[in-house]
């Protein structure tokens, strides 16, 4: 329903309003840690990326934290990521490996953030859920005018709870491809564990990015994500999106799972998770 | 209880003469429509005491046996002297004649002469429907609680917004009566307008903090608004054609004198032009909201009278997918019955509910429907006696019974692939029980006491109660269903005195407890119709408000000037935040969200207002703080309240220039909202997430605007049909006040950010035709 919600509200709250730039004076927040990884089901190479903060205004992308010691455990394995040569900041392991359905992955970085030549150590974990059955997509034609519809057939673990994170591909490109437009969700709006022709994605065909053309492959990724990472997702896409007098709360800032060893003061923002995910596609051949 | 009433009885019956009294009552009316004059004054002239009619027009005073003449005075109406000779108790009512013919004589207080000065009560505000309508109005639509916004004390919770904050209280601190039933969200359309249609209304009264011992269940402010009971002398029309809405009042005897009716009735009309929009999905929508008020009164005699009451008002938005729709519906029937002439009650039975429903309709397997409802179901009996002229107790007790239903829905079809949910209804009992009196002490001190005790309890609807700890359910337990399994009672003393420094200005001092225990679950600033309203309980205290104010009141030229500085302090204590993140919109576990601590406020308001004479109106200076510390929020630091603004200033003047034109202007200047802005940032997935101030530690950049209207008589005043049209201009400098600010990306450069104020309203000119007959 909370789904249903927000789209009502966003109907609802289209205002013939005015919009005019503004200056805004704020003094800078304290540099913060910034730690951002994860270890799934895939076998890939998993990333942690290690970063700092900087004042709202800034005009360049965040420096990057170089030279870190970034270990992740879990599932009798121990996996030493590197430095990424041409990517400063971005800590890979190497490629084939996979975290385990149902372990608890920990994550352990070794760095000097506030440059005293002291290295301060950082942790967090993350329980790997079981993964999702997918079994088909399809399309259908919208109620929302020059919407298309992707649905997906498939089945969710018997769990009391499950947190769900979809992600579409078109012609093996990312579609919604960064944090604000990641769809997270939880099974409590399901009837049973069952997915049957639910509606995941709406598709503007008048918008270029959307639109989709015959021969298109289309892909939908559905991931099984902890709730803490769920909330984290929601948190910060709040806080991306921004609030209104009439629908929003007051900002606060995105919590975090990564603690600081020896009670370290270092501000610190990220997260670290893992998931399980699986996927499935057909090629677009229009709707009727 | 009991010694407190004994007490009450005592004190009240001690500064009695013992000597044998007669008493003479009865009403004060209006001599052309028979509308009740509510705070009408009666003055003695020989003892130089006096009393004010109470809510219903009715007054009583007990004098020994002799000769006197009553001076009977309202403002904006001819004062009345009548000579009565007292060797029994009589019965005497009259009218009034309205002044309002004669340019100089425009009134824009709805209280009787003097009162401002002589009434113990303080921090109350007093608004006619004839001041409101001249108030310039947002697309001219006149309206109630733009016009309170207006006075000092009072603050917008946001642009253009029907929520109200008073001296730094939230705006679900407010009760809102309508005829004395609860109205749980007074806007129309997002906020934009109220659900009080001027036209149908009589009397207006804000308590700001003084809120007699009658009243309860709110920390902050009383809004007691009371219809017109319908003219009881001849058939008669109000209405108006205006640029968004239309409104009609009609009102007359059924039986002369002895019954009368009023039936009023108001609906926009925006969506009749969407049909003419290019775009297919406009076409297909709906967007309106309607009010209906109607009252019946019935005369029995001069000691019984009936009046029976109801509104029932609704917004309605819709797409071809996508609805919603909400409202108010209240019912009051109440029972005016003089036991003696010295014993005045009103027994009251009340019915109130607020609804609302969303609809989706994205295919058959996303077709759902959300409904939350709340009702109300209440009990008062009232009673006054009057001990002697200026001396009366009140005494009386009330219950309500209140169903919540938080939320129910999900799916519709069996094609759905979303569940149905039904939240756990709640049902409480509120109670009180309350006595209140007001004894003068010699020829200067008036002294004003009550006491007032609150009771809550929490019904079982059958299904499990959780207990918290840290705000995690520790254990559960269930009972049986209509089983009271928590209540919780407290006492609500109220005092204050009032001083006569001279025949025309006061000194008067103040304290009041207040308690409330049922809340909105809203983190917005102004809230939403969407936001449902949560009960004290196990878990969540009533919230304490102790407030201490005192004040120097005066008047000048004959009371046509009111000058008045008070002062505030308010404690609050078990006061409600929500954690940071708070899901509370479609949240069934609600109280999980919840945050505790305590807040205060304090403030100055200064006000001089200019009653009569062809240009009238007030100017306000309001100074107001108020801050909270609440458990785990603004890491367990002080921080201002959303409604913290220190400075605001309301200037409202009308002129009347002629008998065919008056003009009105309305200037308002306030501190900016606080708010929480961005101080750094930090990049995930390619977005930028901010890191954010403190609580509240910035503020909008303060508010200022400036609205004017003119009227125009189309037809003289001695035609039985009469209009006028008024033209109106809303911010007519065109202020940029934003509304919200967000932050986004230039487009070249996604790295870099900027700020974007999104502000509502600039030039807004409506025109309004109305007409009388």
């Known amino acids: 329903m909370k789904t249903g919600i927000c789209i009502f509200l966003g109907c609802a709250f289209c205002l013939q309003a005015c919009t005019a730039r503004i200056d805004i004076s704020t003094a800078d927040a304290p540099e913060r840690l910034v730690i951002y990884g994860a270890i799934t089901s895939d076998t890939m190479r998993h990333a942690v990326r290690i970063t700092r903060s900087a004042s709202f205004f800034a005009t360049t992308p965040p420096e990057a934290i170089s030279r870190a010691e970034v270990v992740i455990t879990g599932g009798g394995e121990e996996f030493r990521l590197t430095e990424n040569a041409l990517e400063p900041g971005l800590y890979e392991t190497d490629a084939g490996v996979f975290g385990t359905e149902g372990e608890t992955y920990e994550l352990y970085i070794c760095l000097d953030f506030d440059g005293n030549g002291e290295p301060e150590e950082y942790e967090a974990s993350s329980f790997l859920p079981p993964p999702p059955r997918m079994d088909s997509i399809g399309f259908r034609r919208s109620l929302i005018n020059d919407h298309i519809e992707v649905l997906v057939w498939g089945g969710l673990p018997d769990n009391k709870e499950n947190y769900l994170s979809l992600h579409l591909y078109r012609n093996g490109e990312l579609m919604n491809d960064s944090l604000s437009r990641y769809m997270v969700m939880d099974d409590e709006f399901l009837d049973g564990k069952e997915v049957t022709a639910a509606s995941c994605f709406f598709l503007d065909q008048k918008e270029d990015e959307e639109t989709l053309v015959p021969g298109d492959r289309i892909v939908v990724r559905l991931d099984l994500i902890t709730r803490d990472y769920a909330e984290f997702i929601w948190n910060a896409q709040s806080e991306i999106q921004g609030s209104n007098p009439i629908f929003g709360g007051p900002p606060a800032n995105v919590p975090t799972n990564i603690r600081a060893r020896n009670g370290a003061a270092t501000p610190i923002s990220g997260f670290f998770t893992a998931y399980s995910g699986r996927s499935a596609g057909r090629v677009y051949d229009g709707v009727e | ?773």
């Open chain 2, 1 to 773: 209880m009991m010694r407190w009433l004994l007490f009450f009885l005592l004190l009240s019956g001690s500064l009695c003469a013992q000597e044998r009294r007669f008493t003479v009552s009865g009403t004060i009316t209006d001599q052309v429509d028979g509308e009740s004059l509510i705070g009408a004054n009666v003055r003695v002239v020989e003892t130089r005491s006096g009393v004010a009619a109470n809510a219903y027009g009715y007054y009583s005073l007990s004098l020994s046996p002799g000769t006197y003449t009553l001076q009977f005075s309202f403002v904006g109406y001819a004062t009345r002297e009548v000579q009565v000779q007292l060797r029994e108790n009589r019965k005497l009512n009259v009218s009034l004649e309205s002044s309002g013919s004669q340019l100089d004589a425009v009134v824009v207080s709805s209280k009787g002469k003097g009162a401002h000065v002589t009434d113990p009560v303080m921090s109350v505000e007093h608004l006619s429907a004839g001041t409101i309508k001249k108030i310039p109005a947002m697309m001219g639509e006149v309206d109630i609680i733009k016009a309170i916004q207006l006075l000092p004390g009072v603050q917008s919770t946001s642009e253009g917004s029907s929520g109200f904050s008073v001296r730094g209280g939230s705006h679900d601190q407010n009760l809102v009566l309508l005829d004395e039933a609860t109205v749980y969200s007074a806007s129309h359309l997002m906020g934009f307008f109220s659900v009080f249609n001027n036209d149908a209304v009589k009397d207006v009264v804000l308590y700001k903090g003084d809120i007699p011992a009658t009243f309860g269940g709110r920390l902050s402010s009383l809004l007691d608004v009371r219809t017109k009971d319908g003219n009881s002398r001849k058939f008669s029309g109000t209405g108006g054609i205006g640029l968004i809405s239309s409104r009609l009042t009609l009102e007359g005897p059924i039986v002369q004198d002895r019954s009368s009716f009023l039936l009023s009735g108001r609906r926009t009309y925006a969506d009749m032009f969407l049909p003419l929009a290019n775009d297919e999905n406009l076409r297909k929508s709906t967007l309106y909201f309607y009010d209906l008020n109607a009252k019946l009164n019935y005369r029995f005699n001069d000691n019984n009278r009936l009046y029976l009451a109801a509104y029932h008002g609704r917004d309605k938005f819709a797409t071809n997918f996508a609805g919603m729709d909400f409202g108010n519906t209240t019912v009051t029937l109440r029972w005016n019955h003089v036991f003696t002439p010295r014993l005045f009650s009103n027994f009251t039975a009340i019915g109130s509910s607020y609804s609302y429903s969303m609809q989706l309709n994205l295919n058959a397997q996303l077709k759902e429907e959300w409904k939350s409802k709340m009702e109300d179901y209440g009990l008062k009996a009232d009673f006054t006696y009057h001990f002697t002229s200026g001396q009366n107790l009140k005494f009386g007790y009330q219950a309500m019974y209140h169903v919540f239903i938080p939320g129910q829905g999900g799916g519709v079809g069996a094609d759905a692939i979303i569940g149905r949910i039904s939240f756990p209804h709640t049902y409480a009992l509120e109670h009180a029980l309350y006595a209140a009196g007001e004894t003068s002490v010699g020829s200067r001190l008036k002294l004003k006491y009550g006491l007032r005790y609150s009771l809550f309890q929490n019904i079982s609807n059958g299904k499990e109660i959780e207990f918290l700890e840290n705000y995690q359910a520790t254990r559960t337990e269930t009972y049986a269903k209509g089983k009271i399994y928590h209540s919780r009672g407290l006492f609500e003393p109220r005092a204050g005195l009032l001083w006569m420094l001279s025949p025309a200005s006061s000194f008067k001092a103040g304290y009041t407890r207040t308690v409330q225990y049922i809340q909105m679950a809203s983190n917005s600033t102004s809230g939403s119709p969407l936001d449902v309203w949560f009960q004290s309980s196990q878990n969540v205290k009533p919230q304490l408000c102790d407030q201490y104010s005192m004040g120097f009141f005066r008047n000048f030229s004959a009371d046509a000037y009111e000058l008045s500085v008070e002062l505030y302090y308010k404690g609050l204590r078990n006061v409600i935040d929500f954690k940071d993140h708070a899901q509370l919109m479609g949240e069934e576990k609600i109280e999980q969200e919840l945050r505790f601590g305590k807040g205060y406020a304090y403030g100055m308001e200064w006000m001089l207002r200019k009653n009569t004479g062809r240009l009238n109106g007030w100017l306000s200076y309001t100074y107001s703080r108020s801050r909270r510390k609440i458990d785990r929020i603004n890491e367990n630091r002080w921080y201002r309240s959303p409604y913290d603004k220190p400075h605001s200033i309301s200037l409202a003047a009308n002129f009347e220039l002629n008998s065919k034109w008056s003009l009105s202007a309305n200037w308002v200047y306030a501190s900016g909202n606080p708010v929480t802005f961005p101080t750094g940032r930090f990049q995930i997935e390619g977005d930028y997430v901010p890191i954010y101030s403190g609580r509240n530690e910035y503020r909008y950049p303060d508010y200022h605007r400036l609205d004017l209207s003119a009227t125009v008589q189309l037809s003289p005043k001695e035609k039985r049909f009469r209009s006028e049209l008024n033209f109106s201009l809303y911010n007519a400098y065109g202020r940029k006040n934003p509304w919200t600010i967000q932050f986004l990306h230039e487009e070249q450069a996604p790295d870099t950010m900027y700020a974007e104020q999104i502000y509502l309203f600039s030039f807004v000119p409506s025109v309004t035709w109305n007409f009388t007959f």
